[in-house]
């Protein structure tokens, strides 16, 4: 049997299922999530399907969580997608539930669930939900298809990230030929308020660049108070130190409200997961986040990013 049919197995096994994501999500977190909610709402119409979480004020657009309560989780299959490890899932109360399955692209350093399907060969787990559908011939629809659509836009860069393989481009492929309003999607998706522009140029007039290429910012909270942003719209300016020629690999250090920071770690060639993991965080080789507790360990991380340049 293989990992398709054991997983469609399992979702006709229960009526009541209740699908998680990670917390701050992205939008392959909402896309997978919301995407699978759908795509099982179609398919198995007698079964109660609800989606949990916060809900992220700069993705409203995208997908919207429902109320679910504990007593909910009775009984019931609890699907996580797109969390790498147990801490980062929204709504603790999958421990809950009756079976837990994990669908997921990142490295599987936290191998939690009674079933898990994990592939790191996927560019998202919007690509997993999108191939598990064609794979075991399952109806979709306009609405499914540009969740599970925007979910790998969205985690491939546009098809920038070397994830981004001929299974990638098939499987859009396929969701493109779906009717939803692709031309509003793109561009949704590659626009940006008035606040984030200054954020951006914020980003690119204070970036720090070592003579390998290894960089850094500093987003402090006093400065995204001032341009009322939160944390979850920092996303928007992971990528922008990539664009310039001469960074390789670089560090977007976001202050939090509770005092410690967020780092965003990205690279173009040089895996920097490692330093992720050794800083309280983990991820794809070329995509991780960490997290760091004084001044002094973004200092750390920062030689270690400089130390991993030396070596290209």
């Given at each position: 049997?293989?990992?398709?049919?054991?997983?469609?197995?399992?979702?006709?096994?229960?009526?009541?299922?209740?699908?998680?994501?990670?917390?701050?999500?992205?939008?392959?977190?909402?896309?997978?999530?919301?995407?699978?909610?759908?795509?099982?709402?179609?398919?198995?119409?007698?079964?109660?399907?609800?989606?949990?979480?916060?809900?992220?004020?700069?993705?409203?657009?995208?997908?919207?969580?429902?109320?679910?309560?504990?007593?909910?989780?009775?009984?019931?299959?609890?699907?996580?997608?797109?969390?790498?490890?147990?801490?980062?899932?929204?709504?603790?109360?999958?421990?809950?539930?009756?079976?837990?399955?994990?669908?997921?692209?990142?490295?599987?350093?936290?191998?939690?669930?009674?079933?898990?399907?994990?592939?790191?060969?996927?560019?998202?787990?919007?690509?997993?939900?999108?191939?598990?559908?064609?794979?075991?011939?399952?109806?979709?629809?306009?609405?499914?298809?540009?969740?599970?659509?925007?979910?790998?836009?969205?985690?491939?860069?546009?098809?920038?990230?070397?994830?981004?393989?001929?299974?990638?481009?098939?499987?859009?492929?396929?969701?493109?030929?779906?009717?939803?309003?692709?031309?509003?999607?793109?561009?949704?998706?590659?626009?940006?308020?008035?606040?984030?522009?200054?954020?951006?140029?914020?980003?690119?007039?204070?970036?720090?660049v070592d003579?390998?290429?290894?960089?850094?910012?500093?987003?402090?909270?006093?400065?995204?108070?001032?341009?009322?942003?939160?944390?979850?719209?920092?996303?928007?300016?992971?990528?922008?130190?990539?664009?310039?020629?001469?960074?390789t690999l670089?560090?977007?250090?976001?202050?939090?409200?509770?005092?410690?920071?967020?780092?965003?770690?990205?690279?173009?060639?040089q895996p920097?997961?490692?330093?992720?993991?050794?800083?309280?965080?983990?991820?794809?080789?070329?995509?991780?986040?960490?997290?760091?507790?004084?001044?002094?360990?973004?200092?750390?991380?920062?030689?270690?990013?400089?130390?991993?340049?030396?070596?290209?």
């Open positions: 049997m293989s990992i398709y049919q054991e997983i469609l197995q399992k979702i006709k096994e229960y009526d009541q299922i209740i699908i998680h994501r990670h917390v701050n999500p992205d939008p392959d977190a909402f896309g997978s999530q919301v995407g699978l909610q759908k795509l099982l709402q179609l398919n198995f119409p007698e079964k109660n399907i609800k989606v949990t979480g916060h809900d992220e004020p700069s993705l409203v657009w995208l997908a919207q969580m429902e109320e679910v309560r504990q007593e909910d989780f009775k009984g019931s299959l609890a699907i996580i997608c797109d969390t790498a490890n147990t801490a980062r899932i929204d709504n603790q109360d999958y421990q809950l539930a009756d079976f837990v399955l994990k669908i997921d692209h990142h490295p599987n350093d936290d191998a939690y669930g009674d079933l898990s399907w994990v592939d790191t060969s996927f560019s998202s787990t919007s690509e997993m939900i999108a191939s598990l559908a064609f794979e075991q011939g399952l109806e979709l629809n306009a609405d499914i298809a540009y969740l599970l659509f925007a979910g790998i836009v969205g985690d491939t860069g546009r098809f920038l990230y070397p994830t981004t393989s001929t299974r990638t481009l098939e499987v859009a492929s396929k969701l493109r030929q779906y009717p939803f309003d692709f031309t509003g999607l793109v561009r949704k998706m590659d626009s940006f308020s008035h606040s984030i522009a200054k954020l951006q140029a914020y980003v690119l007039q204070n970036l720090e003579e390998n290429g290894a960089a850094r910012v500093l987003v402090k909270q006093e400065l995204l108070k001032e341009y009322g942003l939160g944390d979850a719209d920092t996303a928007a300016i992971v990528a922008t130190p990539g664009k310039i020629e001469d960074v670089w560090g977007v250090f976001v202050e939090q409200e509770a005092g410690h920071y967020r780092v965003r770690l990205r690279s173009k060639v920097i997961n490692e330093i992720a993991k050794s800083h309280h965080g983990g991820g794809h080789p070329l995509a991780s986040g960490a997290n760091s507790f004084s001044l002094a360990e973004n200092e750390e991380i920062y030689q270690e990013l400089k130390n991993l340049a030396k070596k290209k």
